[in-house]
């Protein structure tokens, strides 16, 4: 039996999905809960990676065994889990349904908040500045030009790990403009290595007057990679939405 799970995490403590060794992964940790619940071992296949210390609100993931998933094992998972990972719903799923390969779009906000604030910094990257002294309307243009391409070599940290570098972008927008408290939402198929952290500090960059509208889009036209990558903090960055064909 195949079954989709959907949960949430708090990345903060973890070195992304993934499980790698000698680290504390959300992979690892949600497999050994399940192990000590299920009595079997379990292999869990997510929807994606995401980088260490970045969030997901909803995550969409699937296993393969021989159990009868119910309400009391979902139960009992959570208690197993800590605080940080919490484990949603569970629905059976068809032997071709894939949390990976089948996701048809994926959305994730990153959320930046521009005054010290304790009770916003774990979800949120501080980036102190005066709202006022921002380009808004280059910002929002620069996440415009992303929709007019879809190759992005120029922004993949690793592009030799991907087979291929092109994306296709189905939605983008720039929440709360000339406040303290903005966000940017970003939709696409897939995301490359790094993607979304290398565009909001290329965003920010138009924001504060590093770099103008030109100078990001005439990147992307070259395919054209930095020497140095600068990634924005990843504790703003939440995977929030993975949309599937057969869900609705």
Partial sequence: MRYFLQLSYDGTDYRGWQRQDGVV??????????????????????CGRTDAGVHASNYIAHFDGDISMTPRLLTHLNYALPESIAVHQYMEA???????????????????????????????TCFPCDPKDLNWKGMEAALDVLLRYEEFKSLCKAPDRHKTTNCNMT???????????????????????????????????VGVGKESVADFESRLARSERPRYFKLAPPEGLSLVEVKYPFLT
Avoid: C
Avoid at 97 to 118: D, L
Avoid at 171 to 195: D, W
């Fill in 94 to 124: 068809e032997a071709n349904w894939h949390a990976r390969f089948s996701a048809t779009e994926r959305k994730y906000i990153y959320h930046i908040h521009t005054s010290k604030n304790p009770f916003l910094g774990r979800f949120s």
């Fill in 171 to 205: 939605s983008v927008a720039l929440h709360g403009a000339e406040t303290g408290q903005f966000s940017f939402h970003i939709s696409a198929n897939r995301f490359l290595r790094g993607m979304i952290r290398i565009i909001v500090a290329q965003l920010l960059d």
């Fill in 25 to 46: 992964s959300v992979q690892e940790t949600l497999e050994n809960a399940m192990r000590k619940v299920l009595k079997i071992p379990i292999n869990i296949i997510g």
